[in-house]
């Protein structure tokens, strides 16, 4: 099955600077690449995804690339705000599978 | 759109009794919900997977018969927490998927349920 590793577990970025978080999968045939945030005692919130016919996507602040070849996928967030503090968990399935494989979670703190 | 309620968020039962848990999909019909469950500081595990009309599906190592899952119409499904004991407590949380159109393959989650089990 699938494997998803998530990197770093831990990051702490002053206000105004980039944070970047990363994530390897193992299946080729994964083609879809969801983000989501999660605030404590919250549920994930979908935040940005790709897929896998796409290299890169962008959202005001938030960015994702996705380099097939190596299977790896990063989550860029520009411009950091105290309010991204929150642990974010990276995914991946196929297209039309029902699963998604979850990374370990990246715990983002926002020094203001 | 794509909002997705749990309830209750927090309950407290005495070790031996159910639990039950509900999913609910407020603006989108979603054939399949998914169960997950997550300790503290952990990712999220799936526990099982629903499909509306259909028996669920369960991951390795989940007890079909203490974590009883009904789909019963496109935008409910039910988690029920049999003669829960202490190690049953936990944050769940369910999402769903949506039916047909842009985002099918995209899963939405609830707010999560945390369960105390004394």
């Known amino acids: 099955g699938e494997n998803v590793e998530q990197h770093p577990s831990t990051l702490s970025v002053q206000e105004g600077d980039s944070a970047v978080i990363k994530c390897t999968y193992s299946?080729?045939?994964?083609?879809?690449f969801p983000w989501y945030k999660q605030e404590l005692g919250k549920g994930p919130q979908l935040i940005i995804d790709i897929r896998s016919n796409v290299g890169e996507k962008k959202d005001q602040r938030i960015a994702v690339t996705l380099n097939k070849t190596a299977k790896h996928f990063s989550l860029h967030i520009t411009e950091t705000q105290p309010e991204d503090s929150a642990v974010y968990f990276c995914a991946a399935s196929y297209f039309t599978g029902n699963q998604f494989y979850f990374g370990t979670g990246t715990s983002l703190t926002v020094i203001p | 759109g794509a909002v997705v309620s749990q309830h209750p968020s927090r309950v407290i039962c005495k070790s031996g009794t159910s639990v039950k848990i509900e999913c609910r999909s407020l603006?989108?019909?979603?054939?399949?919900m998914f169960w997950y469950r997550q300790f503290p500081k952990q990712s999220l595990m799936l526990m099982a997977t629903s499909n509306e009309g259909s028996k669920a599906t369960y991951e390795q190592g989940v007890e079909k018969d203490k974590f009883l899952i009904n789909h019963a119409s496109l935008t409910l499904s039910t988690l029920t927490v049999t003669s829960a004991h202490p190690e049953d407590s936990s944050f769940y949380i369910c999402s769903a998927r949506v039916v047909a159109g842009v985002g099918t393959d995209t899963q939405y989650f609830g707010p999560g349920t945390r369960l105390t089990v004394l």
């Open positions: 299946d080729s045939a994964s083609n879809y």
């Open positions: 603006d989108f019909q979603a054939t399949t």
